[in-house]
């Protein structure tokens, strides 16, 4: 790795760590939010719980994934984690976008449906969010031994190419 960028991973790491937080506290938070929305309180009640979920969703919850993704991305080649538990980890966080991308359009439905849309109840979407946290957490902490799984090389080793582009020398 680079020198100059080895003090960084502490800094880049923490970034990840708090934009993580964000993301699945509020994807926690999320179905219980969508589970107010009743449609016997009244306009008002109804009007504000709409507000915040849907402030919630798109100022925390997405620009906190964002900030997670890209400093994750980034940890990956000052770490270089190219090892088997890195891949698992990786499936466990595609299933949690997953979850992301099922609450915001039960965030849709609820906004957009005409008449009355009952979101379900929240312990099916939790479930959702839980199983890949805890996958993830499971793999990037206990890094377990997964060499007896067979992984293309391509995502083990370097290949030695070069991008068929010119990119600037750091
Ligand atoms: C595309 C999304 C993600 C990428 C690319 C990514 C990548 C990484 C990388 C490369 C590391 C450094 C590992 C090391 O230092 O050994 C890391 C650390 C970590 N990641 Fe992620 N990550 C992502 C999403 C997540 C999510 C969603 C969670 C939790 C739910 C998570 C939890 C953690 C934790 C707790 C650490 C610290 C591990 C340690 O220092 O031992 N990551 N991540």
Redesign the pocket.
């Known amino acids: 790795m680079i020198d100059w960028l080895l003090p960084l991973?502490p800094l880049v790491?923490a970034v990840?760590?708090v934009g993580?937080c964000l993301?699945?506290g509020g994807l926690v938070a999320l179905p219980f939010m969508l589970a107010r929305h009743d449609p016997v309180v009244s306009q008002d009640d109804f009007h504000r719980i709409r507000k915040a979920t849907h402030f919630t969703y798109t100022l925390c919850v997405t620009p906190a994934a964002v900030v997670?993704?890209i400093a994750?991305?980034w940890?990956?080649f000052m770490?270089e984690?190219f090892q088997p538990w890195?891949y698992a980890?990786?499936f466990f966080?595609m299933l949690?976008v997953g979850a992301h991308a099922w609450t915001g359009h039960m965030l849709v439905r609820v906004g957009e449906t005409k008449g009355r849309f009952q979101p379900r109840a929240p312990y099916l979407p939790l479930l959702a969010v839980l199983v890949?946290?805890i996958g993830?957490?499971v793999f990037?902490?206990g890094?377990p031994d997964l060499s007896w799984i067979q992984f293309p090389s391509v995502l083990l080793e370097p290949m030695g190419r070069s991008l068929p582009f010119d990119v600037p020398r750091l």
Do not use: D, E, S, Y
């Open positions: 991973v790491k990840h760590i993580l993301w699945c997670a993704v994750g991305a940890l990956i770490r984690t890195f980890k990786l966080v949690l890949p946290v993830i957490l990037v902490l890094k």
